[in-house]
C-alpha cells in the first residue's frame, strides 16, 4: 500500500516529541504538509530541523501555544485557519493517588486533554465537512477502556475523548470527513521514558528492568510483553489519515499491543 497525502495539510497537536512527532513525521513522509504545535518556539524549530533531516523534502512550519487554554487554541486556529488532516494529539498525564488529586488537577487534565480536542475539532470540522473531505483523529488510550486506578483523572479523559470521536463522527455522516480514535497502549514516548527513568534512578535499577516490570505488574494482559515505539502508533495513524481508509470512522483503533481483553 503506497499511501500518498500530497496536497495534503495537517495538523499535529503536541508535535515536538513521543507519539505526536512520530505522526507527524509520518504524515510529512507521506507528503503531507505538516504543522507543529507546542508550547515554545525552541522546541518546535528543533522538531520541524528533525523531520527535515529524515525528510528534506518535507513541508513542516510550526506554531507555538498553550492548547490546554482557549486564547492557545484560538492563536493555532488564527494561524491556520483551516486543515485536511487534525490530530488531537496533545496531552498531559501521571499517576497520583486519587484521594490526592485536587479540583485544580482535575479540571487541568480536563482542559488540557479534553478541550483542546473539542476546541480545535469545533472549529477544522467545519472547513472540512464544506470541502467534503477531512481527518479528525482523537488520541485517546487503552486507560480509556481500562481505568487505571493509579491514573483515574488520566482515564476519565481518554474515555471522554471516545465519546467525543463517536459523536462528532455521527455528526458528520454522510460526509468525506472520517472521525477516529486511536488508543495506544504503554508507548515509548518522552514522557513514559522520563517517568521510567525516575523510577529507575530511584531504586537504583536500569531503565530496562523498570520497564520489563512495568508491564508485567500494570499491563500484565499485553499480548506483545513490551512498550510499544511512538512509530507503531504512528503508522496506524498515518493509515487512518490517508485515502485508503475512507470508510473507516467512528472507529476506536486500537494499537496498544492487546492489553484490552476483550473481543471488540
Keep these: 500500500m503506497q499511501i500518498d497525502l500530497n496536497g495534503k495539510h495537517a495538523i499535529i497537536t503536541g508535535s515536538t516529541a513521543g507519539i505526536g512527532f512520530a505522526i507527524a513525521q509520518g504524515l510529512a513522509n507521506a507528503g503531507a504538509e505538516v504543522v507543529i504545535t507546542g508550547r ?29 487554554t482557549a486564547e492557545g487554541c484560538q492563536t493555532l486556529i488564527d494561524q491556520q485557519p483551516e486543515t485536511d488532516i487534525l490530530i ?13 488529586v485536587d479540583d485544580a488537577t482535575w479540571q487541568q487534565f480536563f482542559d488540557v486533554n479534553i478541550m483542546s480536542a473539542v476546541r480545535l475539532s469545533r472549529h477544522y470540522a467545519q472547513g472540512m465537512r464544506d470541502r467534503n473531505w477531512g481527518r479528525i483523529q482523537f488520541l485517546s488510550s487503552e486507560s480509556g477502556i481500562n481505568i ?13 475523548l471516545l465519546s467525543v470521536s463517536r459523536g462528532l463522527a455521527k455528526v458528520l455522516s454522510g460526509t ?8 495506544p497502549g504503554p508507548t515509548r514516548s518522552e514522557g513514559v521514558l522520563n517517568m521510567i527513568q525516575e523510577m529507575a534512578d530511584k531504586e537504583g535499577v536500569s531503565q530496562e528492568d523498570v520497564e520489563a516490570r512495568f508491564v508485567q505488574e500494570n499491563r500484565p494482559s499485553s499480548i506483545i510483553q513490551r512498550l510499544a515505539t511512538p512509530e507503531e502508533v504512528a503508522s496506524m495513524s498515518v493509515y487512518a489519515a ?23
Excluded: C
Excluded at 148 to 160: I, L
Design 148 to 160: 487505571p486506578s493509579e491514573m483515574v483523572h488520566y482515564g476519565m479523559t481518554k474515555s471522554a
Design 176 to 183: 468525506q470527513v472520517t472521525v477516529n480514535a486511536i488508543l
Design 88 to 100: 488531537n494529539n496533545v496531552g498531559i498525564f501521571g499517576p497520583q493517588d486519587f484521594f490526592e
Design 242 to 264: 490517508s485515502p485508503q481508509a475512507s470508510a473507516t470512522t467512528g472507529a476506536a483503533l486500537r494499537v496498544e499491543g492487546g492489553i484490552v481483553d476483550t473481543l471488540t
Design 40 to 68: 515554545t518556539q525552541a522546541r518546535i524549530d528543533e522538531a520541524i530541523a528533525a523531520i527535515k533531516k529524515d525528510v528534506p523534502n518535507a513541508k513542516a512550519t510550526g506554531v507555538a501555544a498553550d492548547l490546554g
